[in-house]
């Protein structure tokens, strides 16, 4: 693998944070295309999984209700198994008018129940629309996801309609995780897809924005991650690329092999800007910290021609 090889063969991830909300807790697994895992939960027990084939995103939803018997937290558990069916079957044999949770579970259910047809998403989406009309953290989950299915699972994307509602979720709960994860899911829209603003510079001034308004430091350093892949993407001044990507390192808390992409990173556009003390740093933390594999030759390559960059300026060679 070649030097350009370090960067092109990453993949813009996010990280989702672990969260302790109390003993009553709901985890609800969702997650973009382009994320990743990387959570232990509190209560590993208590979760839904939606989406299939995207990526594990561990969020927990926070429940004051004492521990329920009545076949929600199966359903949720066969969801977790990644068995919508059988987590639809337990939701049907519920009886009584559903209380927002199993509505919330309902919903969540239909969107992963296969095959996916756009009428259920679009019954799901009426159903998180009515639950989003509450005050509790039942409507700020159900407000997110239907934001979410207006980016991602709708056959026909709306990124206007699902900007709009994580704007509107924000405005109305701004401290709710479920609207702090909002911002960075609408940084997403506003880096590649919203129509305005058009420049690239404009889209990441946008994106960059919005980090003021995130108080949960390990969503801040997601949105620090997709601020600097689409500045490489968009082939912005390295040193504001360098600028996010030290602040997702500052942060850390990256599981998988991202903390591993985000070395090589560090070290290769930082020599790439000149910056070479940073990119030795990176290039041996990576050597360093890291199982050998075959980017590690690379790397070490690297660090040779760092070596002749370095004698040169030194010598005051061009």
Not at 177 to 192: D, I, N, P, R, S
Not at 272 to 293: M, S
Request: charged share 20%; with cysteine.
């Amino acid at each position: 693998m070649g030097p350009m090889g370090l960067i092109s063969s990453m993949r813009p991830m996010i990280q989702s944070p672990e969260r302790s909300l109390g003993s009553q807790v709901i985890l609800v697994v969702e997650a973009f295309a382009s994320t990743m895992s990387g959570v232990s939960a509190p209560l590993p027990q208590w979760r839904c999984w939606f989406g299939a084939g995207l990526c594990c995103v561990l969020l927990p939803l926070a429940r004051a209700a004492t521990p329920v018997s009545d076949g929600t937290t199966e359903a949720w558990q066969f969801m977790a198994n990644q068995l919508p069916r059988d987590a639809y079957a337990r939701l049907g044999r519920i009886k009584g008018a559903p209380t927002r949770e199993q509505a919330l579970a309902s919903a969540v259910v239909a969107v992963d129940y296969q095959p996916v047809t756009q009428d259920r998403l679009h019954d799901a989406e009426a159903a998180f629309a009515q639950l989003a009309q509450g005050d509790d953290e039942v409507a700020d989950a159900a407000a997110y996801m239907q934001a979410r299915l207006y980016q991602v699972h709708f056959q026909q994307p709306d990124y206007i309609r699902a900007a709009a509602l994580y704007r509107a979720l924000a405005e109305r709960h701004p401290a709710s995780h479920w609207a702090q994860l909002g911002l960075v899911k609408l940084g997403l829209l506003e880096l590649y897809t919203l129509p305005e603003p058009a420049a690239p510079a404009d889209r990441i001034a946008a994106a960059m924005a919005l980090l003021g308004r995130i108080h949960e430091e390990k969503l801040q350093r997601d949105l620090h991650l997709q601020i600097a892949h689409a500045g490489t993407f968009y082939e912005q001044p390295l040193d504001l690329v360098l600028a996010h990507l030290k602040e997702v390192d500052r942060i850390g808390g990256l599981v998988g092999q991202v903390p591993e992409d985000l070395a090589i990173e560090l070290g290769e556009l930082s020599l790439r800007a000149g910056h070479y003390a940073d990119a030795r740093k990176y290039f041996e933390i990576y050597l360093r910290d890291f199982t050998p594999n075959l980017r590690s030759v690379t790397v070490r390559r690297r660090l040779e021609d760092l070596a002749v960059l370095e004698a040169k300026a030194k010598e005051g060679r061009p």
